[in-house]
Nanobody, 123 residues
Framework: VQLQASGGGSVQPGGSLRLSCAAS????????ISWFRQAPGKEREFVAG????????YYTDSVKGRFTISRANAKNTVYLQMNSLKPDDTAIYYC?????????????????WGQGTLVTVSS
């Protein structure tokens, strides 16, 4: 499966963005999908994940209550709605697909990666 992440941009603190992860090649409903991010000089970290069925979602503590992950299987797309953005959210955001049932937070558990989309939060 090929993943295409989009929707990044520059916003002021408190603003919102919606990232999209579109799939081609195979149906996205066959995979657990997660978003990771990597800030300059830091390791890639888990942000949010959603199981294949869409019935369970998981978030890292720093984004709980601000970010929402969802999937539209009919559109073969997963979204990450990001509200109340902070400067610490600045990073390149990647979507990743795993054939495993559970949402896992380590990058090695994911089989496919999108190319990343840059989010910059600054006043």
């Amino acid at each position: 499966v090929q993943l295409q992440a989009s929707g990044g941009g520059s916003v002021q603190p408190g603003g919102s963005l919606r990232l999209s992860c579109a799939a081609s090649g195979r149906t996205l409903s066959s995979y657990t999908i997660s978003w990771f991010r990597q800030a300059p000089g830091k390791e890639r970290e888990f942000v949010a994940g959603i199981r294949r069925s869409g019935d369970s979602t998981y978030y890292t503590d720093s984004v709980k209550g601000r970010f929402t992950i969802s999937r539209a299987n009919a559109k073969n797309t997963v979204y990450l709605q990001m509200n109340s953005l902070k400067p610490d959210d600045t990073a390149i955001y990647y979507c990743a697909a795993s054939q495993r049932v559970s949402v896992l937070v380590t990058t090695s558990q994911y089989d496919y990666w999108g190319q990343g989309t840059l989010v910059t939060v600054s006043s």
